[in-house]
């Protein structure tokens, strides 16, 4: 098991930025992944950013070059800077962690986090 809090969401303008934090409730080296995803109202989850078990990183099309993915293991947390944000960001953000591998893979997910960006 593990717990996923969230913090560090928020309502900024177009061009702002933003930090996110996810805290987990033990150690997330061992993890097969860790990262983030957002859901905007009427549109599916999608991945934003994640780590793998191999140490690389994922990060959707739209956020390259804006936001960072980044964790501090000694903590149990995982942060999202998001820089340059826009409108189209704006949904709520939800940490995740798997654990496992294949078909013994299992979610967690954090309560979610508002983003907001006005134009």
């Known amino acids: 098991q593990v717990q996923l809090v969230e913090s560090g969401g928020g309502l900024v303008q177009a061009g702002g930025s933003l930090r996110l934090s996810c805290a987990a409730s033990?150690?997330?080296?061992?993890?097969?992944?860790m990262g983030w995803y957002r859901q905007a109202p009427g549109k599916q989850r999608e991945l934003v950013a994640e780590?793998?078990?191999?140490?690389?990183?994922n990060y959707e099309d739209s956020v390259k070059g804006r936001f960072t993915i980044s964790r501090d293991n000694a903590k149990n947390t995982v942060y999202l800077q998001m820089s340059s944000l826009q409108p189209g960001d704006t949904a709520v953000y939800y940490c995740?962690?798997?654990?496992?591998?294949?078909?013994?893979?299992?979610?967690?997910w954090g309560q979610g986090t508002q983003v907001t960006v006005s134009s």
């Open positions: 995740n962690a798997k654990d496992g591998t294949g078909l013994f893979t299992f979610n967690y």
């Open positions: 033990r150690s997330i080296f061992s993890l097969s992944a």
């Open positions: 780590f793998t078990s191999g140490g690389s990183t």
